[in-house]
């Protein structure tokens, strides 16, 4: 019997971190903003009628480094035009991050705070405006919920933010992994949060639902809060391990699953979540049908430098 479905792999190409998760619609978006060409992109997003995918694709847009001028003067030229001022808020939060890093709090200097704060406030007040500009849209709710989260704002403006997006896109797997991190514990919520709102959120939705996946990432926040030892200890205990398998039989092992733009960031969490508990086969099957599209998460929990070089490791390994 086939569990997954593979794809031809050719091993001489190395596995590398791939933006665009081998989507052709997003490589060429990802081209136009390096290269500031506003117009052409926005007419591709336009054109998308998915609002789960236009979301997915301004996302990654927005990681494109140096945008941040040319998204401006794209705002002024097009002032009666929604989706440049999306861009522009969505890429003043990951301009935010950039300025924060990646560091613990207490690492972060008081002028990195500020300059997160000031972006954030900006991407705050652009994202707001398409919000009521374009009220059906999904995509501002979305990024409203990255941007309250850094701005530590309280819990209830987090969840009013999360079920706007939902009466938009119920289902969305990125809204609700945004929700999960909000609930985590170094978010302010707990591992008891964060465990029943994966758990309740998979078991609400549909067999071959994404959200399976919820579980995964909840139990490897979890794994990254205990120390060494004791971290492997709890993914491999019987109780996580039965949790895990029935994530992955419940989303995208269950036939009814259908891949999504960016389905590759799933499949690599659970690659690695079974690579790291030592349930080789299933690992391996994992990574035979990603073939070499690395996404820098979860992989950055490893190895925040090198996640293909981490994600090359263990698939090695796995293959023994």
């Known amino acids: 019997m086939t569990f997954f479905r593979r794809r031809s792999r050719d091993r001489s190409v190395p596995p590398a971190v791939d933006p665009a998760c081998g989507n052709e619609t997003l490589a060429l978006m990802l081209r136009q903003a390096e290269a500031g060409d506003w117009p052409a992109l926005c007419a591709g ?21 140096g945008t941040e001028e040319g998204l401006a003067k794209a705002v002024a030229d097009r002032p009666d035009s929604a989706l440049p001022l999306l861009l522009s808020g969505a890429r003043q939060i990951s301009w935010a991050w950039e300025a924060r890093t990646r560091a613990r709090s207490q690492h972060v200097s008081q ?36 941007s309250g989260r850094g701005a530590s704002l309280d819990k209830e403006a987090g969840r009013i933010r999360f079920e706007a997006a939902l009466r938009r896109c119920p289902g969305h797997l990125d809204s609700h992994r945004q929700r999960l991190q909000q609930l985590c514990a170094k978010w302010g919520g707990s591992h008891q949060q964060m465990h029943a709102f ?27 809060d205990l120390p060494s030892g004791a971290d492997h200890s709890y993914l491999t205990s019987p109780d996580v391990l039965a949790e895990l398998h029935e994530a992955l039989g419940r989303s995208i092992l269950h036939p009814d699953y ?10 690599n969490t659970f690659a690695m979540v079974f ?32 996640p293909a070089k981490t994600f090359t490791a263990l698939r090695e390994r796995c293959a023994k």
Not at 258 to 267: F, T
């Open 198 to 224: 994966a758990r309740e959120s998979m078991l609400a939705a549909p067999p071959g639902s994404p959200l399976g996946e919820l579980v995964v990432l909840g139990h490897l926040e979890r794994w990254l």
């Open 275 to 306: 690579a790291l508990v030592g349930e080789k086969w299933t690992a391996r099957q994992l990574f035979e049908a990603i073939g070499p599209t690395v996404t820098e998460s979860p992989w950055h929990y490893l190895s925040g430098d090198d």
């Open 258 to 267: 259908v891949r999504p733009a960016g389905w590759q960031s799933a499949y």
């Open 45 to 65: 997003l336009a054109a998308v009628e998915d609002p789960s995918e236009l979301t997915w694709l301004v996302a990654g847009v927005s990681n494109v480094a």
């Open 111 to 146: 002028e990195q705070w500020r300059v997160f704060g000031e972006r954030l406030e900006v991407a705050e007040q652009q994202l707001f405006e398409v919000a009521e500009r374009e009220p059906d849209w999904l995509a501002p709710w979305y990024f409203l919920q990255i």
